[in-house]
T-cell receptor, first 116, second 115 residues
């Protein structure tokens, strides 16, 4: 079974600085998808960024970027120019790409605090 | 565009009571899911459905039942609530994947407390 590990239960960063959240996963598949979701205090789950395993180029979305290391099974999230609105729980998630298997496996989350 | 709507938002049950959580999506998604979120454990899949009239068990299905009678609705039932089912429940939906990286769209969650 696939597992997703987030080894940092909590992180903090000074406003305007850069922070990196770690995620590793375990799979025997060669084709899969990876995601980062953000959960602010409102409880809503918001998709931050996604990466296809077959793409070598790291995904970027404005201030958010990933460092995808397929061989190391690592998928870290970098947040640049941190803002107060970035404070939230961040979940890394994995999904196989086989049609018909849509289950998303989540890590346990990292709580990010932004220090003004 | 409402997206994924869950009702109710909050509920308190006594042990042994039953209830149904309703999830509705207006994005014509084929796939729907129920997750529960507990502190320190992330989100765990309870049941899911890949189409109208079909359901399947996820990681933690015991104590729950589901039904998908209509494409846009996915119901989660608790027949006899237990304190261990105190949690936040999330519904999500998506298109089928294949080669398309279809993300999950989540509802805002239901906080359930069983006393």
């Amino acid at each position: 079974a696939q597992t997703v590990t987030q080894s940092q239960p909590e992180m903090s960063v000074q406003e305007a600085e850069t922070v990196t959240l770690s995620c590793t996963y375990d799979t025997s598949e060669s084709d899969y998808y990876l995601f980062w979701y953000k959960q602010p205090p409102s409880r809503q789950m918001i998709l931050v960024i996604r990466q296809e395993a077959y793409k070598q180029q790291n995904a970027t979305e404005n201030r958010f970027s990933v460092n995808f290391q397929k061989a190391a099974k690592s998928f870290s999230l970098k947040i640049s120019d941190s803002q107060l609105g970035d404070a939230a729980m961040y979940f890394c998630a994995y999904r196989r790409s086989n049609f018909g298997n849509e289950k998303l496996t989540f890590g346990t989350g990292t709580r990010l605090t932004i220090i003004p | 565009n409402a997206g994924v709507t869950q009702t109710p938002k909050f509920r308190v049950l006594k042990t042994g009571q039953s209830m149904t959580l309703l999830c509705a999506q207006d994005m014509n998604h084929e796939y729907m899911y129920w997750y529960r979120q507990d502190p320190g454990m992330g989100l765990r899949l309870i049941h899911y459905s890949v189409g109208e009239g079909t359901t399947a068990k996820g990681e933690v299905p015991d104590g729950y039942n589901v039904s998908r009678l209509k494409k846009q609705n996915f119901l989660l039932g608790l027949e006899s609530a237990a304190p261990s089912q105190t949690s936040v429940y999330f519904c999500a939906s998506s298109y089928p994947t294949g080669r398309i990286n279809s993300p999950l769209h989540f509802g805002n969650g239901t906080r359930l407390t069983v006393t």
